[in-house]
């Protein structure tokens, strides 16, 4: 018997498979170093820690951007994301039918002012109080301009259509929900009923317990602003 010689690889065979050349781990080595600067740049604007401001206030670690939202304030004019800016603002989300909640937090910002307007010695000035109407059927512009200058006449009162309502009130984490009725027939209005911080920088800082006792509420605005301007 004549061995034969095995038979040559024919064109029809399959090449054999080659390894990632050095472009392509060029492009995912440049793709994870890229991921990775961004996941250090994003725990290097973190705080490990912030200062404990009490009991009466909820600080967000990282301040939380409000996204672009338009609204009418009592006397007309726009209110916007820009209005929030180049000051300390305290915003209170209700409506003017409210039986409760809203005139008695509002009263008590008032006398906030108030304590704030009598001290002599303090560095820091009231900051602006925005009442969000979250209830803009029945709170027309002239119903809000009566309810701002019944508790004082510096108060914002802000309202507009339910989905700028939205954006604002989702931007800060402010509940509400306005019920389903019938044409004419009365209703309550669901909401929040904390006091929501905003800074100079147009950002959401920190969540406040309603200010029962002026002074006492003073000292916390000056904490929390402090901890909001040292550390983030």
């Not at 061995?3 to 060029?26: C, E, F, I, R």
């Not at 604002?168 to 911080?197: C, M, N, T, W």
Request: hydrophobic share 40%.
């Amino acid at each position: 018997m004549s061995n034969k010689n095995p038979s040559p690889v024919t064109g029809s065979q399959a090449p054999l498979k080659k390894g990632p050349d050095w472009v392509t781990w060029s492009i995912v080595g440049g793709l994870l170093i890229a991921v990775l600067a961004l996941f250090v740049k994003a725990w290097s604007v973190i705080p490990e820690s912030l200062p404990d401001p009490g009991e009466h206030a909820r600080m967000m670690v990282v301040p939380r951007e409000i996204p672009d939202f338009v609204l009418r304030d009592h006397r007309g004019e726009a209110f916007s994301q820009d209005q929030l800016k180049g000051q300390w603002s305290l915003l209170f989300f209700g409506y003017t039918s409210c039986p409760d909640v809203c005139p008695f937090v509002l009263q008590e910002l008032a006398l906030v002012k108030k304590a704030f307007e009598e001290r002599t010695d303090s560095e820091r000035e009231m900051p602006e109080v925005v009442f969000v109407s979250v209830d803009p059927d029945r709170d027309s512009q002239v119903r809000l301009s009566e309810y701002m200058n019944f508790f004082d006449s510096d108060f914002v009162g802000v309202s507009g259509p339910d989905e700028e309502l939205q954006i604002l009130a989702s931007g800060v984490g402010a509940y509400y929900r306005v019920p389903d009725v019938a044409e004419g027939q009365g209703y309550l209005v669901d909401h929040a009923s904390k006091i929501f911080l905003v800074d100079p920088n147009g950002r959401f800082l920190a969540l406040l317990d309603d200010p029962h006792d002026p002074e006492e509420f003073i000292e916390l605005l000056a904490k929390v602003q402090t901890i909001g301007e040292t550390h983030l």
